[in-house]
């Protein structure tokens, strides 16, 4: 997606102001240097070179720092007498700064030191480089570290961008990733717990960190991209890497001093006396608008590495979700443990197929931990009947998908690999206290086996193909930990290959879907929707370069999380539960909210199906400005756009603004409205692409639809 270069001229023509920020005044930049590649203007301190300024047409300074707090390259730099010691920018002199018509570069023959006391017996050299991108939007950045003293560096701090300031409201500036959105300039203030709390922590220090990798990473950040800014403007930014390439590392700091926001990328390295360093590129986008505006560079990084293995299944692509079911309790031996028999899956199946659900995922259906794959419980039912209920309901539409946990195995399988030294680590169930994992009860005691171990390696795949040829050729698999690069074959991947490649001979439609770990970016080839714990979450960036994995979101019961999760094109995983009960334990019939929201949902999917598979997903960057209380999505697909807004404030006519002209350019714009149930509302014209639009009466939670097409 890109937008318009009338619009960017007309921007730049007639609203670029440079601004400065509170704190920050222009003798800050006497003695500096200044040069604008592909329209970003960067400023530099003339003697330390440190980053005081870059600014951009049609969005003023994003970034204002003084000469005493102005960032490019830091280091760590420990010595016996001071391990705290740092090398950095903001602490040198003399810094060589060479021009050209497409590059600027910043050379440090000896970074300065924070404590003047400590002598270095040598120096370490530093070379920073902009350049300007051949896509004529993008700043390349790069850095080169030589040690040539006798002490080893042992971090990294490269970008370094000190003085980030907000994008119009503060409260509005948001710092985005592909799995998360926060408000740094709000989320990390000062407050009294902070105040009060060590000031050696995180926590106390308005810091926060998050790392490439998964959904399951702490403080994931998914891809290795980001986004500052607000929907006026800000910058994308992402290093050109994938894979088992080293993670990214970034790190948010507010400053208690003036106020200003400070993005690191943290890299922990030893480099020794006489060693070199090089981060590689990172890929700057300043754009006119929201994050979708600048997310395009990367996109197309995205779209050169992806790889997938096999198809998406049709109904996969098409659906709104699945569902889980919950079928008995961890250790079922009588009937008080038992949910849902076998004969109970066609039922079920009706259930789905009445809310639009074409997809089931069973746990509790066999014994965890085992191999070769056991049958079902046999309080359930027998495997005879367990292939007949899953063929009723492939019938009845629903995909059914059995849940296995066996890159873990218990006491019964674990000498069959050579395993020792199980852990008390899944033992749980509703009579015990504590219900997790109580000092008493090991039961479900288990240990991983490496999955190179080339007995487990046939055994799943045996197992597996067994239930393909019995008809039942999905699965759903927990803990789906990529295997690394240097795993000797045969790892997972081929392991996956394997029994998907077996499964669809039998079942085009056959499905992958598990708990998506660390490496999304490898997982991606392989999965087709995750299951993993958690509600909504705002991965509108993963959706909009990503294909797959479809990122399951679980709904319990809420109807607004349903609305907001569809209106993400995330892929809901639905969990009703009966009080007292356990997740997965219920219908969706006795929920009217849930069911409610679930028919209008797929019956919108289906009316507006080729927005959702083969459009762009833009989130609400279609907005000019922040609509309140209000969850807004939309999807651009050739000259057409489709806009879906849900009212999460009091009931109300809902008032938004747009400018259509950076995803549809035209001279005209032909707008229809739909209520949440699909039925056509009303049709006006514009002849601006300045919306100033407002909705029907929705009530808290209702949901309107706009569909608009350039003439």
Not at 253 to 271: A, F, K, P
Not at 524 to 536: A, E, K, M, V
């Amino acid at each position: 997606m890109k937008i318009h270069l009338s619009f960017l001229r007309v921007l730049v023509a007639g609203l670029f102001t440079m601004t400065t920020s509170p704190g920050f005044s222009q003798s800050n930049v006497t003695n500096s240097i200044k040069t604008t590649l592909n329209g970003l203007e960067i400023v530099l301190d003339a003697d330390t070179g440190g980053l005081l300024r870059l600014s951009y047409p049609g969005v003023g300074n994003l970034l204002e720092a003084t000469h005493e707090r102005s960032g490019l390259v830091d280091l760590a730099y420990p010595v016996k007498e001071f391990e705290p010691l740092r090398l950095a920018t903001r602490f040198s002199h003399g810094a060589k700064i060479t021009q050209s018509s497409n590059a600027v570069e910043i050379h440090y023959e000896k970074l300065g030191v924070s404590r003047s006391r400590f002598e270095m017996k040598g120096n370490v050299s530093a070379t920073v480089r902009f350049a300007a991108a051949s896509d004529g939007r993008s700043v390349i950045l790069s850095c080169k570290v030589q040690n040539q003293s006798t002490n080893n560096v042992r971090q990294i701090i490269f970008p370094d961008l000190m003085g980030l300031r907000p994008v119009g409201d503060a409260k509005e500036t948001f710092f985005r990733t592909s799995l998360f959105a926060t408000r740094p300039f709000v989320d990390l203030a000062p407050n009294e717990d902070k105040l009060i709390t060590q000031y050696m922590t995180d926590f106390a220090s308005f810091s926060a960190e998050y790392t490439s990798g998964g959904l399951a990473t702490a403080n994931g950040m998914g891809l290795r991209w980001m986004d500052y800014g607000s929907l006026q403007g800000g910058f994308g930014l992402f290093t050109p890497k994938w894979g088992f390439d080293p993670p990214l590392t970034v790190r948010l700091h507010l400053s208690e001093m003036d106020e200003s926001l400070r993005l690191l990328g943290r890299n922990d390295v030893t480099l020794a006396s006489g060693e070199k360093w090089e981060s590689g590129e990172y890929w700057l986008t300043p754009h006119i608008g929201g994050w979708a505006a600048g997310i395009d560079p990367f996109r197309k990084w995205v779209k050169q590495n992806y790889k997938r293995a096999m198809p998406m299944p049709k109904h996969v692509r098409d659906g709104i979700g699945y569902r889980t079911v919950w079928m008995a309790q961890q250790q079922p031996v009588d009937a008080q443990d038992v949910l849902f028999t076998i004969k109970d899956l066609p039922p079920l199946a009706k259930d789905c197929a009445a809310h639009g659900i074409d997809e089931m995922v069973l746990w509790g259906w066999h014994k965890y931990f085992e191999l070769p794959l056991p049958g079902p419980q046999t309080i359930l039912g027998t495997e005879e009947e367990f292939t007949n209920a899953v063929q009723v309901c492939r019938k009845l539409g629903v995909n059914v998908s059995p849940f296995i946990s066996i890159y873990q195995v218990n006491s019964v399988s674990a000498s069959r690999y050579g395993i020792q030294g199980l852990v008390n680590g899944w033992t749980y169930h509703t009579d015990l206290v504590p219900r997790w994992n109580p000092p008493y009860a090991a039961a479900a005691a288990a240990a991983a086996v490496p999955v190179s171990n080339k007995l487990w390696h046939e055994d799943v795949l045996q197992s597996a193909r067994k239930l393909a040829d019995m008809g039942v050729a999905s699965l759903s698999w927990d803990q789906y930990w990529t295997t690394t690069a240097e795993t000797p074959s045969p790892n997972l991947q081929d392991l996956t290959r394997g029994i998907r490649d077996y499964a669809q001979k039998r079942d085009p439609e056959s499905t992958f879907s598990g708990e998506q770990l660390w490496n999304m970016e490898i997982d991606s080839g392989y999965l087709d929707y995750t299951w993993n714990w958690g509600g909504y979450r705002d991965c509108r960036a993963l959706t909009s370069v990503l294909p797959t994995p479809r990122v399951d979101a679980i709904v319990s019961q809420s109807a607004l999380a349903v609305k907001k999760s569809f209106a993400d094109n995330l892929y809901l995983n639905i969990f009703p539960r009966k009080k007292g009960s356990i997740n997965g334990s219920d219908l969706i019939a006795p929920y009217p909210e849930l069911s409610k929201a679930l028919k209008q949902c797929a019956k919108l999917k289906k009316q507006f199906l080729p927005f959702f598979t083969e459009g762009t997903l833009i989130g609400d960057c279609v907005l000019s400005s922040q609509c309140k209380s209000a969850h807004v999505s939309a999807y651009v697909l050739g000259d057409k756009l489709l806009m879906l807004l849900i009212n999460e404030g009091e009931p109300r006519k809902v008032e938004f603004q747009s400018n259509l002209s950076p995803w549809l350019n035209g001279k005209k714009w032909h707008i229809k409205s739909y209520d949440a149930d699909g039925k056509k509302i009303s049709e006006t014209k514009l002849s601006s692409s300045k919306w100033k639009g407002k909705t029907a009466q929705l009530g808290s939670g209702e949901m309107a639809l706009f569909e608009i097409e350039v003439k």
